[in-house]
Structure formats: C-alpha cells, structure tokens
T-cell receptor
Framework: AQSVAQPEDQVNVAEGNPLTVKCTYSVSGNPYLFWYVQYPNRGLQFLLKYITGDNLVKGSYGFEAEFNKSQTSFHLKKPSALVSDSALYFCAVRDMVGTALIFGKGTTLSVSS | GAVVSQHPSWVICKSGTSVKIECRSLDFQATTMFWYRQFPKQSLMLMATSNEGSKATYEQGVEKDKFLINHASLTLSTLTVTSAHPEDSSFYIC??????????FGPGTRLTVL
C-alpha cells in the first residue's frame, strides 16, 4: 500500500531564510510525487510534481523539491522564505496512472517577519 | 490550466436532511473523479472514486449508503450526504485527472450540519 509521511507538524522559519518541508514515501512501484499548498478554507494549489527525469524539480512560487530514491524522500525547499508562504503544505503520492493521490498529514509552515 | 468547480462552496443544513455537492470539470472530460474529506487542520482522506457510467468505489470505512456518488456525465460527479448528522460536518474536496493524468482539485465545499 502507498503511504506518505510528513514528520513535522509545523515548521517555523524567519523571512529570508531557506526553508525545508520534509516528506518520505512508500510505494510498490515507481512513485508519482506531488506537493500542494492550502490556505485557510481554500482548496489545494498545485506546487510541483515528480514523474520521471531530473531529481530536482522546480515548481510554482520559487519552490523546488528533490527526489531521492535511495532515501525515498521528496523534500520541499525554497531558498528564501516569504511571510506569504505561511500555509499548510501537503505531500502526496500515487503509484499508478489513474489512481487517487494519497496525502501526508500536512505540515504547517509559519514564516515570521 | 484545467479547472474543477464545486457547488456549493458552503452549506449549512439541519440534522437529518440530505445535501448534494456537485463537482464539475469545466474544460476537460473526466471519466474518473475522486472525493476527499478533510477535517480541520488534518489531511485529505480519500472517500471514494467516482467512475462515469458505473458504480463508485468506496474506501474502507466509508458508508456507501451514507455518501451516495453519481457520475452521470464526463464532466459531473455528485456526492450526496444522506441524513446528515453533525459528525458529517467537514470540508469535502473533489479532484479530477485530465487525459494527461494531471490532478486538478476543486475549491472544496464546507458542510456544517446543525
């Protein structure tokens, strides 16, 4: 069965500092990995995905993520955090085309000014 | 990019009534749509897979008679919460993959049962 782990409930970072939100996954086949962001009482916004190819994936709003097969990780990163990045971040995985995404529990990112 | 809409965006109802939530893919066809449920500050839990022209597939622990799903066309899936109770209050989100298998999420429907 597929699963996603986000080990941190909350990440706190000062504006301008780099940020990392961690994600590890478990799938039986090749993983399709995603990051989404959610603002209060809103739906999900797509940030980036890894399907195949380069391990470093660049996405929206300056975010990027690095796929590490040996560590089964897909950590989300940004070189310089903004206060407006404060939100709830979800890592998600699926192992087959056409199946639903399985989400991690989410990590709240708080960026202080 | 592709757009998925949900209607209504929020609904308040009395206990015992039924509520229908619509999920539409606006500019693409989706033979499959997914319904998720999210409690405050928690993750999205997959409830069911909606299949156009056939029965929905429910996840373990989800009552199919409680949460009726109909996928009558390639652009519309509906979730009906029957005989709603306060514990059904939640944020319901649908998603639909386009033919490139990119998932697009609706904005969600906030259901409050009094």
């Amino acid at each position: 069965a597929q699963s996603v782990a986000q080990p941190e409930d909350q990440v706190n970072v000062a504006e301008g500092n780099p940020l990392t939100v961690k994600c590890t996954y478990s799938v039986s086949g090749n993983p399709y990995l995603f990051w989404y962001v959610q603002y209060p009482n809103r739906g999900l916004q797509f940030l980036l995905k890894y399907i195949t190819g380069d391990n470093l994936v660049k996405g929206s709003y300056g975010f990027e993520a690095e796929f590490n097969k040996s560590q089964t990780s897909f950590h989300l990163k940004k070189p310089s955090a903004l206060v407006s990045d404060s939100a709830l971040y979800f890592c998600a995985v699926r192992d087959m085309v056409g199946t639903a995404l399985i989400f991690g529990k989410g990590t709240t990112l708080s960026v202080s000014s | 990019g592709a757009v998925v809409s949900q209607h209504p965006s929020w609904v308040i109802c009395k206990s015992g009534t039924s509520v229908k939530i619509e999920c539409r893919s606006l500019d693409f066809q989706a033979t499959t749509m997914f319904w998720y449920r999210q409690f405050p500050k928690q993750s999205l839990m997959l409830m069911a897979t909606s299949n156009e022209g056939s029965k929905a597939t429910y996840e373990q622990g989800v009552e199919k008679d409680k949460f009726l799903i109909n996928h009558a066309s390639l652009t519309l899936s509906t979730l009906t919460v029957t005989s709603a109770h306060p514990e059904d209050s939640s944020f319901y989100i649908c998603s639909a993959p386009n033919r490139d298998q990119e998932q697009f999420f609706g904005p969600g429907t906030r259901l409050t049962v009094l």
